[in-house]
């Protein structure tokens, strides 16, 4: 297995391009299960987990073909035939259980193998199937699977979310638009991924209102089509290397970021000390004075993201004065806090609250990834210690991740990829 080796102390100083939104790609590769014509997605990104989201979607039937050799570009479309997807896919990715709406939607069964609970937390799948239910669907869970049948066809229904639920506002949302009549999602999530995703079924035709809202109001049609779709920039990667501008104290241009997908991160960041600007080709990122401690609280979107809370994490251990995260989506999310005090930072975690006291500075050690986000907490860290990190299970990091030292490396970081 690789490892990922940083000598850290240097200022990072050039320009990272931001690919593609990993969490917009996979419920968009989904959407194409939709039509038999052809869904063309540009600016995929190449990881890991797009990877493992065409061959569930091709083990379906469905045609998933790179438009060109990068494979930036896919065109996904054709008959549905075979109705499961097996345990041995789902366990990789939990984000697999996006092709249960449109399996209901277009075939009217569905065979979807549990995903089970992941390192971050329990995660399950009940909303998703509650929302089901309530469009019509017969739901069983038999060993280990989710079996679902609506031999009529789905329902329009109104749906309740009782909390924010991203994967389920998409699923729902996916399988409504082939609905007979209307849906209502109340409480729906309404992160940027979600806008992508509603934008794209508009765009094959679907009959959708309240984008961006929490309230979704779906007409259902009878087919939908094929269309051409770009997926948004990458708000989450985009974040991680803005953490890495400041945690190096150098100055990042971040090519193709969008602020108003990251408005609640550049709020903080402006707080403890960082600058980030608006450029015509994306978004400049600049330390412009000692890390000062600042509190914050993971929400659903538009609040601060869960996502970024491990990498925030890192920036908070070299700031001045003390931060208090409070993780309030996922319960066991600081899995990266013994790994980060390993590294020589003051962590204490309180339930769902981790105090961070900020040290002078942290030194190089080995460490180990415990799940994606947090393995770019420990790149940050690194890129600020003083000595040599060496991160291990790297394969967290390239399910979200391209090409990360690569990237770090041309801005001027020590970064190498060692294949052991
Ligand atoms: C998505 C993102 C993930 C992000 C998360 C929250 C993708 C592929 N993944 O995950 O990166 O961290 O949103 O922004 O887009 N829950 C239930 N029952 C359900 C569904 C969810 O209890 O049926 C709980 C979860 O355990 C969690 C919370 O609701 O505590 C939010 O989860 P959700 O928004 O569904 O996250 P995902 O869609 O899995």
Request: aromatic content about 2%; proline content about 5%; charged content about 20%.
């Amino acid at each position: 297995m690789d490892v990922i080796r940083i000598r850290g102390g240097r200022p990072l100083e050039g320009s990272i391009e931001i690919g593609g939104a990993k969490n917009a790609a996979l419920p968009l590769m989904t959407a194409g299960m939709l039509t038999d014509e052809r869904l063309v997605l540009s600016n995929v990104p190449k990881l890991a987990d797009i990877r493992t989201m065409s061959s569930l979607i091709s083990q379906h039937g469905v045609a998933v073909e790179p438009q060109e050799p990068e494979g930036r570009r896919l065109s996904i479309g054709g008959a549905i035939t075979n109705d499961e997807a097996p345990y041995d896919i789902v366990s990789k990715m939990r984000a697999s259980i996006l092709v249960l709406g449109p399996l209901l939607a277009r075939v009217r069964t569905a065979r979807v193998s549990l995903p089970g609970g992941c390192a971050i937390g329990a995660r399950p799948v009940d909303l998703h199937l509650k929302g089901l239910e309530q469009m019509g669907a017969t739901i069983k869970l038999e060993g280990g699977y989710v079996d679902a049948s609506a031999p009529q066809g789905l329902k329009g229904a109104t749906i309740l979310m009782p909390f924010v639920s991203v994967g389920a506002t998409e699923n729902l949302l996916m399988a409504a638009t082939l609905a007979d009549g209307r849906t209502t999602i109340a409480n729906a999530a309404r992160e940027p991924e979600i806008i992508d995703l509603a934008h794209c079924l508009i765009a094959m035709g679907a009959r959708i209102e309240g984008v961006g809202t929490d309230k979704l109001v779906i007409e259902g049609v009878k087919r939908l089509h094929g269309a051409d779709h770009r997926i948004i920039p990458d708000r989450i990667e985009a974040g991680s290397y803005a953490c890495a501008a400041a945690i190096s104290g150098g100055s990042l241009l971040l090519r193709g970021a969008r602020l108003d997908q990251m408005e609640a991160l550049a709020r903080t960041l402006a707080e403890c000390g960082v600058e980030i600007s608006e450029q015509s080709d994306g978004l400049l990122v600049t330390r412009a004075r000692t890390l000062s401690g600042t509190d914050v609280s993971t929400e659903p979107y538009p609040g601060f993201p869960t996502d970024m809370q491990a990498q925030y994490m890192a920036l908070m251990c070299v700031a001045e004065g003390a931060a208090m995260l409070s993780e309030t989506i996922f319960e066991n999310r600081f899995m990266h806090v013994p790994e980060l005090n390993r590294m020589g930072a003051r962590i204490n975690v309180h339930g769902a609250s981790a105090i961070v006291r900020g040290v002078p500075s942290l030194s190089g050690a080995p460490v180990m990834a415990t799940d994606l986000r947090a393995s770019l907490s420990l790149v940050l860290a690194a890129l600020a210690a003083k000595g040599q990190t060496t991160i291990s299970r790297v394969y967290h990091l390239d399910r979200g991740y391209e090409a990360v030292e690569r990237k770090l490396a041309a801005c001027g970081a020590d970064i190498e990829r060692l294949s052991a």
